[in-house]
């Protein structure tokens, strides 16, 4: 099978609410010859329109062509295209991949596109994600995080107000309380589940990108690096080969077995993926990426507000997961620099 390489870019936010057919994009007048950059990416991620359309003022002569999939079926469709005669010049994909992708040749590198001092303000580990033998494939747009949304209208009608700052973060058994006192309906059966499930994936439990959480959080950052705590919170070896002693730690064991109990004796969250339960109005509480909120602006089905996520361990660490780097990159296979600056256009804060 021939991979034709690609310079891709991170996912901004995790999943869509639906998908959407292609969409292209006109062009201002144009004197020379048209070039058109396939975008691939999910719903409503980067690049957005109006940087878009301020970058073609300047290059009349390209156009944009975008295809969106659904955050699950985004991997399958990256590895399918990359293989077809015609792949994406641009493409929003999820940060960790990378250097998978990179290896298998899928990537082309876009170290000598980047400016001067482009690092300067970049953490050390979200540039070495994005590299792979020296070379970096994508400048990433930022490390998403995790945070616990509610449903104002269904949380106030059950007299529970959701902690504003870390200092005050509920511990996970706290939130359990919460949980159970807004869901409604019978304990495993509800019409109003207490914590929603996931969009990512089959929305099943398990998920490490949003469940690793529980356990990390029963660990601690500050304790003696041979301690057992220690290893919970970082949950893999610092050379990254090895999850002995990380995952399985009494501190995690502890936390997953909570985390098992919610779907169990406790019946707080459902065991089968309910697509959008949270967005319409299904659960009390969910816990998702910033990608969450900004589909609730763009669609505001409900009133919602955000708390920190729970902890097992009073103010001794912040939650975490897993990192996700993003940003759109080009492909090489067209037009490298209008691809690349493209992507650095498209990356603007608006």
């Known amino acids: 099978m021939k991979i034709h390489p690609i310079v891709f870019a991170g996912l901004l936010g995790a999943t869509a609410l639906s998908a959407t057919g292609a969409q292209a994009q006109t062009t201002a007048a144009c004197t020379g010859e048209v070039v058109t950059l396939r975008i691939l990416r999910t719903p409503g991620n980067y690049?957005?329109?109006?940087?878009?359309?301020?970058?073609?003022?300047?290059?009349?002569?390209?156009?944009?062509?975008?295809?969106e999939v659904p955050f699950p079926q985004l991997a399958d469709t990256i590895s399918v295209q990359a293989a077809s005669s015609n792949p994406p010049d641009i493409i929003v994909y999820d940060g960790p991949n990378t250097q998978s992708y990179a290896a298998a040749g899928i990537l082309l590198p876009i170290t000598k596109y980047l400016p001067k001092g482009w690092d300067d303000d970049i953490?050390?580990?979200?540039?070495?994600?994005?590299?792979?033998?020296?070379?970096?494939?994508?400048?990433?747009?930022?490390?998403?995080?995790?945070?616990?949304?509610?449903?104002?209208?269904?949380?106030?009608?059950?007299?529970?107000?959701?902690?504003?700052?870390?200092?005050?973060?509920?511990?996970?058994?706290?939130?359990?309380?919460?949980?159970?006192?807004?869901?409604?309906?019978?304990?495993?059966?509800?019409t109003v589940w207490g914590l929603g499930p996931t969009r990512f994936g089959n929305g099943q439990p398990g998920l490490v990108y949003q469940d690793l959480t529980y356990q990390r959080s029963n660990g601690d950052p500050k304790a003696a690096p041979t301690s057992s705590a220690y290893k919970t919170y970082?949950?893999?070896?610092?050379?990254?080969?090895?999850?002995?002693?990380?995952?399985?730690?009494?501190?995690?064991?502890?936390?997953?077995?909570?985390?098992?109990?919610?779907?169990?004796?406790?019946?707080?969250?459902?065991?089968?993926?309910?697509?959008?339960?949270?967005?319409?109005?299904?659960?009390?509480?969910?816990?998702?990426?910033?990608?969450?909120?900004?589909?609730?602006?763009?669609?505001?089905?409900?009133?919602?507000?955000?708390?920190p996520c729970p902890i097992s361990r009073p103010r001794s660490c912040t939650p975490a997961r897993p990192p996700s780097v993003r940003r759109p990159a080009p492909s090489i296979r067209k037009s490298p620099p209008s691809s690349w600056s493209t992507c650095r256009s498209a990356n603007m804060p608006l």
């Open 123 to 190: 953490l050390p580990a979200t540039k070495a994600e994005h590299s792979y033998n020296g070379e970096v494939y994508s400048p990433g747009i930022e490390q998403t995080t995790v945070a616990m949304y509610y449903n104002k209208k269904l949380v106030e009608a059950a007299g529970i107000k959701p902690p504003q700052t870390l200092a005050d973060a509920w511990t996970w058994p706290q939130a359990l309380e919460a949980f159970k006192k807004c869901q409604q309906g019978p304990v495993g059966a509800a």
């Open 47 to 67: 690049p957005y329109p109006k940087p878009m359309e301020a970058w073609q003022k300047d290059n009349p002569c390209v156009k944009f062509e975008v295809n």
């Open 234 to 307: 970082w949950a893999f070896a610092p050379d990254g080969k090895t999850a002995e002693g990380y995952l399985n730690t009494p501190e995690a064991v502890e936390a997953l077995k909570f985390y098992q109990s919610m779907f169990n004796a406790e019946g707080v969250a459902p065991k089968v993926g309910i697509p959008n339960a949270f967005f319409d109005a299904k659960a009390c509480f969910y816990i998702d990426t910033p990608a969450a909120g900004n589909a609730l602006i763009k669609d505001p089905k409900i009133e919602w507000g955000i708390t």
